[in-house]
């Protein structure tokens, strides 16, 4: 409780979980009071306007009701990503960290080697191979599945160091096993890095489906904000200037990545003192 | 043996690490796209058009480039027959076990030959991504580097400064790491290619220049380089620059610094070692997220049809033209190791605490 009292002072937490909730909020209840159908209402590109708020796309849809599935799916992506990417790294680091010896090299080799290797390589090369089939819940995890290397590297430090602590040598005389010493006495010292691990991963799980769906590899069938996106770009809408099939998925996917960054670094503010404001 | 040449033996040792990599980003390369569906398969699914016999020839000899089918004493694929439902008899080629494939994909592309491509036969992949190379490092090497040493700088006296400079500036880099390169390329196309019409909004330059080494040329190329180079600048100088405010912060609250400012140092002297001292942490975090970077940095190159390997890639899935897409990928990584080595040895040299570990013998 007194750690949420020292984030709601910083101006910088309250903007980010605002903005972040405010997004929530449009996913979950602007279906509420739109009209979600994806039909042909309009004219190819209709402006905003006659009842269309964000006018209407190449193919006639009314793109409130586009973005509306898209915000939803992406933060749906977003999080299945984030929850995989964060759980497996956590997993990863915080054993090789706290076993050291030959478990522990071998566990940072394969985060080392995979930490080269670029993300989106390696997303692209699976996305490519899989010719049909590719749903919202396999793209997510495709990415959560490659976007662990660095919470298993930042997790392994921190557990690392926590390993030679007192209280871990106390509970070790007194019996505790590893999994027990883990699950008790260092997991709860991480929970709030973890908890900062986790909102990245949502952030950059968003970005990566975004940025496969620009590549014309995302999920199929459906709809999310780097689709919208990609749709646009692809049938013309940059070099016409219709602003209307470019801006809003933009601002969303920024204000997104935007809010949880701040909330991140807030976070990171309120837990490293030395980072405060004086 | 290498005991008298700590900085070589580092060196040896990373070189090492890093030809590890390369070989995992191999098996990689070879392995992911066989998960979803067999390239057999994939090859005799090809249709580009045109006379079906030419079609035949072009994927027979697909099947032997890659090594994929059993070749006979004279070099033919070997057919099996198979029945389909219908009871007509189909020519099947007869496929080579995996770790034959695996043995040839890895022979040959030592050898520097990735077939060719699908789309544009007989056109190699190696010819088709030696077209893009040169853009994408033109491109991507300045922005990288430049928004480093930039976005440093700007964190380094957001750090020192604090107040209203840093209120000001903070928020300000956040918002531009957290706009992913895609989309501030989308907004700097839309303002200042369509709107105001100030740049081209796309291509590497003017449609109707012939490449060459002339000034006409090379001013078209500088003209058309200006968005794409700031949409990539921007965004990886404001990421640097918040991890360098909070390194330069941490720095500044340290002993030595107290002590200096007590004696009366100063200040851009003072400066100076915060600057040294935080960078360090900072080439490594260079090295970490350059993966990222030149993902991004990619998709970047799209938005602005560069004539990069961002777009032969984007063509490439368009057309399903599988080699082109291995090819960049493998391309792509063994940019990225190198440039990840490059700045390994950087930090050997640099700093003093990593020279002073190797000279007394630890790694």
């Known amino acids: 409780m007194k750690i949420l009292k020292n984030l709601l002072k910083s101006p910088m937490f309250v903007i980010g979980i605002g903005l972040f909730l405010g997004t929530l909020f449009l996913a979950f209840l602007g279906p509420l009071f739109a009209n979600m159908s994806l039909d042909r209402v309009a004219s190819s590109y209709a402006p905003p306007g006659d009842g269309l708020l964000l006018g209407a796309d190449n193919l006639g849809r009314n793109y409130v009701a586009l973005l509306l599935h898209g915000l939803r799916n992406s933060l749906y992506v977003g999080f299945l990503a984030g929850i995989i990417a964060t759980t497996v790294g956590t997993l990863i680091g915080i054993y090789g960290g706290f076993k050291g010896g030959i478990i522990d090299d071998i566990l940072s080799v394969t985060t080392n080697l995979f930490i080269v290797i670029p993300q989106l390589i390696v997303l692209i090369l699976i996305s490519a191979s899989l010719k049909d089939g590719r749903s919202l819940t396999l793209i997510a995890v495709i990415i959560g599945a490659t976007g662990w290397t660095w919470s298993a590297r930042a997790v392994r430090a921190q557990s690392a160091a926590l390993k030679s602590r007192d209280h871990i040598a106390l509970a070790r005389i007194n019996g505790d096993g590893t999994f027990a010493i883990l699950v008790k006495h260092i997991l709860p010292y991480l929970a709030s890095y973890v908890f900062m691990v986790f909102i990245i991963q949502i952030a950059s799980g968003i970005l990566s489906e975004s940025a496969i769906s620009m590549l014309g590899l995302g999920p199929m069938d459906t709809q999310s904000l780097g689709i919208i996106l990609n749709d646009a770009k692809a049938n013309g809408a940059l070099g016409d200037g219709i602003w209307w099939g470019i801006f809003p998925s933009t601002i969303l996917i920024t204000t997104i990545v935007f809010s949880l960054y701040l909330i991140n670094t807030s976070m990171e503010g309120v837990f490293n003192p030395r980072l405060r404001r004086e | ?363």
């Open chain 2, 1 to 363: 043996m290498l005991k008298q040449y700590p900085t070589l033996r580092f060196i040896l040792q990373r070189a090492g690490w890093y030809l590890l990599t390369f070989l995992v980003a191999v098996v990689i390369n070879f392995a992911l796209p066989r998960l979803g569906s067999d390239p057999v398969d994939i090859i005799m699914g090809q249709n580009s058009g045109g006379d079906p016999a030419m079609q035949e020839i072009k994927r027979v000899s697909f099947l032997k480039e890659f090594g994929l089918a059993k070749l006979d004493d004279k070099g033919e694929v070997v057919y099996d027959s198979v029945t389909n439902a219908q009871g007509v008899k189909e020519r099947m080629p007869v496929k080579k076990g995996i770790v034959e494939q695996f043995t040839t994909y890895v022979g040959k592309t030592l050898q520097g030959d990735l077939g060719s491509s699908f789309q544009k036969y007989p056109k190699k992949v190696t010819e088709v991504m030696g077209d893009a190379v040169p853009w994408t490092v033109a491109l991507q090497l300045p922005t990288i580097v430049f928004g480093w040493i930039i976005g440093n700088l700007l964190g380094a006296l957001a750090a020192y400064k604090r107040g209203t400079f840093d209120r000001v500036f903070f928020p300000m880099a956040l918002l531009f790491s957290a706009v992913p390169f895609f989309v501030f390329g989308m907004l700097l196309v839309y303002f200042f290619a369509v709107q105001w019409g100030m740049f081209p909004a796309m291509g590497g330059f003017a449609a109707d220049i012939v490449p060459g080494f002339n000034l006409e040329f090379f001013g078209s190329a500088a003209y058309h380089y200006v968005l794409p180079f700031f949409s990539i600048f921007l965004i990886s100088a404001g990421g640097q620059a918040i991890g360098m405010r909070s390194m330069g912060i941490y720095e500044l609250g340290t002993d030595y610094i107290k002590y200096a400012k007590w004696l009366g140092v100063k200040e851009t002297r003072i400066l100076l070692y915060v600057f040294r001292n935080a960078m360090l942490p900072q080439l490594t975090g260079l090295a970490l997220s350059l993966g990222a970077m030149v993902g991004g940095a990619l998709i970047t190159e799209m938005i602005f049809s560069y004539p990069g390997l961002g777009m032969a890639m984007l063509t490439a899935i368009q057309f399903n033209d599988y080699p082109v897409i291995q090819g960049v990928t493998l391309i792509i990584t063994t940019c990225v190791l190198i440039a990840n080595f490059t700045v390994d040895i950087l930090i050997a040299f640099l700093d003093p605490r990593v020279k002073a570990g190797l000279q007394m013998g630890g790694n």
